[in-house]
């Protein structure tokens, strides 16, 4: 039985530097994607928070202001 | 006789990961990411941290990419001049078919990812960019006209437009004066590269203007650029980009590349030959620091800005 270290052809090292390269490259990509879906997500979400609180607002405001008017008329 | 054979040859020649990412032109991608970013940071409208590292990733992957299709077509020319025989292509490492695909999905890629991750305008703006560096300069100036490198500088320009596109959704002054520095910098840059580097376009055929018209008229052309640039630069300080601290450097900077431009045009080839070509290799390495400078000192207002220093307000 043979006690020589096996050496890697320079052939197989360059093809692991291409398949890890683009593992890689291939999962940064994946968590970018993640990543980017998230903020958008997120910014989106607190747009139509911010949107929802506004009509919110304003409906109360023309609640109170309908209220205001209907016991105006009440005391006339 | 035996009718086994056995293969023992081994392709050598089969490309690596860096090999790959050597076809996207690495030091020109890092001018791209730079410029990119600095139009992004100094628009007025700020951008979530991870979104503008995203745009900055597929504007540099959309310039590489435009980098490997010009690699592909221009493999013939790349064989031949001594600066270029390294490359990918003439080294025997990738094919042009596998350079062409990996060019143009690249570049679709990069566009798409951009529309995603900004929006149209900017996506637009890559795309076009990727067409004129291609199209309009790789197959068509390059090989046809000596003002190829004026009008292929504007592929190279655009990415702070882009950067800026990314935040504002739009193109304005400001934007396109950054423009405006990075195209008008390209030929002074690139002929005095190409007076010291003689052989090479000659050899292979490019119409450079120091091939087509000779050196004495690639002088004049050089300081005519210079003095066209400089009033550009200078003029961006007073923008809202601009400011005492970009003013007062761009002066600084246009002085000294105007004296750079002014040796060189003194000078005929018997002297620059005698000192083998130092003004003209000096002009080329201060045309880097030039253009990095003025884009370092639009941050730098950008920067101070934040403590109610930078610009005129």
Redo the contacts between chains.
Sequence with gaps: MSTAPRVE???H???R??N???GITLGAFVL?VM??TY??LT?QNAMMAEERAKEQAAAAASDSSTQSSSTAGESD | MSDISTNTQVDTSEASFGDYFALLKPRVMSLVVFTALVGLLAAPVPVHPLLAFAAVLFIAIGGGASGALNMWYDADIDRIMRRTQSRPIPAGKITEKETFAFGMFLSVFAVVMLALASNLVAAGLLAFTIFFYVVVYTMWLKRWTPQNIVIGGAAGAFPPMIGWAVATGGISVESVLMFTITFMWTPPHFWALALFMKSDYRDAGVPMLTVTHGRKATRAHIIIYTILLAPIAIGTGFTSIGGPVYLTAALVLNAVFLKGAWDIWRRDEAQAEADSYKTEKKFFAFSLVYLFAHFVFILVEKGLAAYGLGGWS
Aim: overall charge positive.
């Design positions: 052809h320079e052939l090292q360059r093809r530097s291409r890890v390269g683009l970018l990543g980017m903020v958008k910014a």
